[in-house]
């Protein structure tokens, strides 16, 4: 993350809202025409990283049981779901951290779920994205998840986590690549939120929110839209 990109949230606030985003699904139903794909551009490693993400969502799926997740959501009290969280957290915490400059040679990229884990590596935005759809994936509503854009004091730098909300007005549950323990807002005092957004709204540091307005992130439209793509392969 870019400390320039803090200008964006003025171009946010100003563009015009677009047409809602489509909506992603099946997001480990690898074709073998994708699977083809990532290992020309990533090698002979990215089918096994693939089914190593295939895997964990499924383990996931098993240990809860049929109802487990749903359960736990039910309760909206953030305890019930604080294991799944963890072990989403912690799958995508194990994807070694590189710049975006070494990793694509440019300074600034957002790549979906199956780049990230194929390729082996990301940033903070590529953990965030990731978390998020692994958890829509799970069955965890959109409405109580929000990629989160933040001043991180610790490395005075911008930074990107996922935060999970039980109820629109509690202390949302960080999962965030530079802290391995999912822990409450309250505790991580070091971020400072600037803006956030789902598949639906944007919200700025003070609560409020333009409805569609995620469609605006010019990055986060992109990597929806290369999703489809892959979907589609």
Known sequence: MHRHRLTCLLSLCAAALLAALPVWSGLTDFSPGLIEAMQKRFGAEAPRRLQQFQSALSQIRRQAGADGIRNAVQTASGK??????????????????LTDQEHWGVPDYWATPAEMVASWGGDCEDYAIAKYMSLKELGFPVERLRITYVR??????????????PYPSADPLILDNLVDEVQPASQ?????????????????????????????????REVIEKMEKEKRM
């Open 80 to 97: 019930a779901e604080l294991p799944w969280l963890q072990k989403v957290n912690d799958f995508f915490n194990k994807v070694p951290y």
């Open 152 to 165: 991180a004091v610790k490395i005075g730098e911008t930074h990107m986590v996922l935060a999970y909300y």
């Open 188 to 220: 991580r005092t070091d971020l400072i939120p600037v803006y956030s957004f789902n598949d639906e709204d944007l919200w700025l540091a003070n609560g409020s929110n333009r409805k569609g307005g995620a469609s605006t992130v010019r990055l986060w």
